[in-house]
């Protein structure tokens, strides 16, 4: 089992994201010192967290793309009880964060769930009207530091061992749902309701309660996530991380999460978050115009997809769903019951 | 609620038709705004009413919609009309809607005059803009020099996207500007997308590639903010400083770390004061207000109408440590 957590794949794009800081320092001295890379981690933590929440839901064949709402709505949302009520203690904050964005989570996890809305669908709507709620609960208003805590804000820049507390958050999380995946129940679930919706029926596995907890997990990642957002950058308001469920869903198909669900690795999503990473923090330090970046950062996730994507064709371990595809009527008929 | 506005529209219409009949000889001026209950138009009434005070015989009737709407503007302009006033102010919510309602009120020989937000040309005199690019590019320039020894040394600009209209004109002039402050040296432009972590991201790199760099241009909120977090958190207040263009609210944290000492937008208070000194001199028939004219506009000094109709009141306002607190609890 624990070979899953770095295969061949994962050590290929691990040479990748080696090689690109090696070129990168050599165009930006300094950029591989420790102190830099570590920057860079920290930098990278809030998306390697929403990235294995992304994960765990396209593991189902779902996708959630509300995460970046829920992350904007729950900051706000902590940030606004923070101003108001300074008296209330962090980790109450942090646990309302994680259970704002779990509830949210679970509406899109319900809708999927019980409703048969479409993953992409739901979430595309919640997106809307989380960030919609936002706006309604601050009146477009700004929380600004002067308004927040100095612990709210000082806890995630902490630092423990050269490392802020923010990056040894995502560490903390790695490893918790490194276990969950490969360790239990739920996690094993994750992968056969995606990897074969059909065989999970027959083995007893309900795959639409599966869904459900995995948007659940991921909204409550995105709303730990929330916190850690306002407080990394000191203020709230509707537009933060506007754009960033794209970037979870980048991570994991550059980490080789298959889109049609049950197969990659936590290695690969948080290895496919340090990829976009580094990039990010590459491009404002070697000298590029402005005008190239947008472009080079989309061409080098291509090419980094495209790898993986040949990785993907060479394994023959999907007899089961090309077994499957070659009688749809079957699928349809077993992946609308599971959904009811 | 529309039963609400109109029963507060309709009270405050008698409110000051009594009052009218009680001063006669007092010029009415209407000071409408895109909506109550917003700081920064509040502050601008704090203005306004300091001008009528100075002035003597002068009635600043503040006004505006619950909600901002054109719609909910027009009834009021009615009702200013209704009471006679000898002049309206106004901050539009939508520069064509209002035009008819403002262009039956000039023909009841009522001045009207906008500000903040502009009015179509064929709805007003004149246009009073809290500044002009022009000034907005000179007043960068000159938070970068006070941030630096003598007024001499490297900084860089961070923007927002690279095709915004308004950060490019800005960038643009204050390069046309860089001339009149030698010493000063632009060393590169960065866009930060009007990101919080782009922003930020862009700031770190700047302290990386460019060490010499002493400070962070930002004419753009969101850029100033993150600039002075990324500063913050790097360990460099003191040697890095971040200015450019932001509200005093989100700014006094940068303001009191040290990561900012001095960073200008446009005073509210001054704004209302001027609009209030030209609707003024524009009854009195002091001026016309036609492009070209000068207009005296009390302690703001003489304001020049410029092309369209539109005139630039001064240079951004300044903030630092000493009035920034009190700013902050306006807008």
């Given at each position: 089992m624990m070979s899953r957590i770095l295969t061949y794949r994962e050590l290929l794009l691990a040479a990748i994201i080696i090689v690109l800081i090696a070129v990168f320092a050599y165009r930006a001295p300094g950029f591989a010192s420790p102190e830099s890379l570590a920057n860079i981690f920290n930098d990278t933590a809030i998306l390697i967290i929403l990235a294995l929440g992304q994960m765990a839901v396209i593991l189902t064949r779902s996708i959630d793309l509300s995460v970046a709402a829920n992350l904007s709505f729950t900051g706000m949302a902590v940030a606004m009880m923070n101003a108001a009520y300074p008296g209330i203690p962090l980790p109450v904050l942090i646990l309302c964060a994680l259970a704002i964005g779990a509830a949210l989570g679970a509406i899109n996890g319900f809708m999927v769930w019980k409703i048969g809305i479409p993953a992409i669908v739901a979430t595309l709507g919640t997106l809307t009207v989380y960030r919609g709620m936002a706006f309604v609960l601050s009146g477009g208003a700004w929380v600004n530091q002067t308004q927040m805590t100095p612990i709210f804000?000082?806890?995630?820049?902490?630092?423990?061992?050269?490392?802020?507390?923010?990056?040894?958050?995502?560490?903390?999380?790695?490893?918790?749902?490194?276990?969950?995946?490969?360790?239990?129940?739920?996690?094993?679930?994750?992968?056969?309701?995606?990897?074969n919706p059909t065989a999970a029926l027959y083995a007893g596995i309900n795959v639409g309660r599966t869904r459900f907890f995995a948007f659940m997990l991921s909204g409550a990642l995105a709303g730990l996530c929330g916190y850690l957002w306002v407080s990394r950058y000191a203020v709230a308001y509707v537009d933060i991380a506007a754009g960033f469920e794209l970037d979870t869903v980048a991570a994991c198909v550059i980490g080789g999460i298959s889109t049609l669900g049950g197969i990659g690795s936590v290695g690969g999503a948080v290895l496919g978050a340090l990829f976009l990473g580094v990039i990010k923090n590459a491009l404002p330090v070697i000298n590029i115009s402005p005008f190239w970046q947008m472009a080079i950062s989309g061409l080098v996730i291509i090419i980094a997809v495209l790898f993986n994507a040949r990785q993907e064709r060479r394994k023959g371990r999907l007899i089961l769903r090309d077994a499957a595809k070659q009688r749809p009527s079957l699928v349809n008929a077993q992946a609308g019951g599971a959904a009811a | 609620m529309k039963a609400f506005a109109k029963l507060a529209l309709g009270t405050a219409l008698g409110l000051a038709l009594f009052a009218g009949s009680a001063s006669a000889q007092n010029v009415k001026i209407g000071l409408l705004v895109k909506s109550l209950g917003n700081g920064f138009f509040e502050a601008a009434n704090k203005g306004a009413q300091e001008a009528a005070k100075e002035l003597g015989g002068v009635e600043v009737i503040y006004t505006g919609p619950t909600t901002t709407t054109a719609e909910g503007q027009i009834e009021v302009i009615n009702a200013l009309i209704a009471q006679r006033v000898d002049a309206i102010a106004i901050s539009a919510n939508d520069p064509d809607a209002v035009v008819p309602a403002l262009k039956r009120a000039a023909q009841r020989g009522i001045k009207v005059i906008s500000w903040d937000s502009a009015v179509g040309k064929d709805g007003r005199i004149l246009h009073l803009n809290p500044s002009s690019n022009e000034l907005i590019g000179n007043m960068c320039l000159k938070l970068a020099a006070s941030h630096l020894p003598d007024g001499k040394g490297d900084f860089a600009i961070l923007s927002a996207t690279s095709t915004s209209t308004n950060q490019n004109?800005?960038?643009?002039?204050?390069?046309?500007?860089?001339?009149?402050?030698?010493?000063?040296?632009?060393?590169?432009?960065?866009?930060?997308?009007?990101?919080?972590?782009?922003?930020?991201?862009?700031?770190?790199?700047l302290l990386k590639s460019y060490p010499n760099v002493k400070v962070i241009v930002a004419p753009t909120t969101?850029?100033?903010?993150?600039?002075?977090?990324?500063?913050?958190?790097?360990?460099?207040?003191?040697?890095?400083y971040v200015t450019g263009l932001g509200l005093p609210s989100e700014m006094a944290g940068a303001v009191h770390s040290g990561a900012t000492k001095e960073f200008a937008i446009w005073n509210p208070i001054d704004l209302g004061y001027s609009a209030t000194q030209i609707a003024y001199r524009l009854i009195k028939n002091e001026t016309d207000g036609k492009p070209g004219s000068e207009i005296n506009a009390g302690r703001m000094g003489k304001i020049k109408i410029g092309d369209n109709g539109e005139a630039a009141m001064a240079d951004p306002f300044v903030y630092d440590k000493k009035n920034v607190d009190e700013f902050a609890k306006i807008f």
């Open positions: 804000l000082d806890a995630p820049r902490t630092s423990v061992l050269g490392l802020p507390v923010l990056g040894w958050t995502a560490i903390l999380v790695i490893a918790l749902i490194a276990v969950t995946f490969t360790r239990t129940v739920f996690g094993r679930t994750l992968y056969a309701a995606g990897g | 004109t800005w960038i643009a002039e204050m390069k046309k500007q860089l001339p009149k402050y030698p010493g000063l040296n632009l060393v590169t432009t960065v866009y930060g997308d009007d990101l919080a972590d782009k922003s930020y991201r862009e700031a770190q790199g969101v850029g100033v903010l993150a600039a002075s977090q990324a500063v913050k958190d790097a360990g460099k207040i003191g040697q890095v």
